[in-house]
């Protein structure tokens, strides 16, 4: 399973952004698609995350902000980022679980000025 990111890049805050990810190699659902990210000197965190029935979670402090999604594909997933903050600043992992394994994504850089 391979998964593919692309989206992110600089925006001012309060804007918005769009990130992509695509999963290949398999004919079969994915159980889990979400995203990490991870800031400098911090550790990766679980920033969203949707399950093949649609149930998403989210963390915290993006509730209310940032909307996962999921493509009749089923392994196509976005994460839409609205009114982002300096804090959302980081590299942001594209994440899957398939058959109990996780795969990972290339990070994909966003960037918010202040």
């Known amino acids: 399973v391979q998964l593919q990111a692309s989206g992110g890049g600089l925006v001012e805050a309060g804007g918005s952004l769009r990130l992509s990810c695509a999963a290949s190699g398999t004919p079969f659902t994915l159980t889990n698609m979400g995203w990490y990210r991870q800031a400098p000197g911090k550790e990766r965190e679980s920033v969203a995350d949707?399950?093949?029935?649609?149930?998403?979670t989210y963390h915290e402090s993006v509730k209310g902000r940032f909307t996962i999604s999921r493509g009749n594909a089923r392994n196509t997933v976005w994460l839409q980022m609205n009114s982002l903050t300096p804090e959302d600043t980081a590299a942001y992992y594209c994440h899957g679980i398939f058959f109990l394994q996780d795969y990972w994504g290339q990070g994909t850089q966003v960037t918010v000025s202040s």
């Open positions: 949707i399950r093949s029935d649609g149930m998403t």
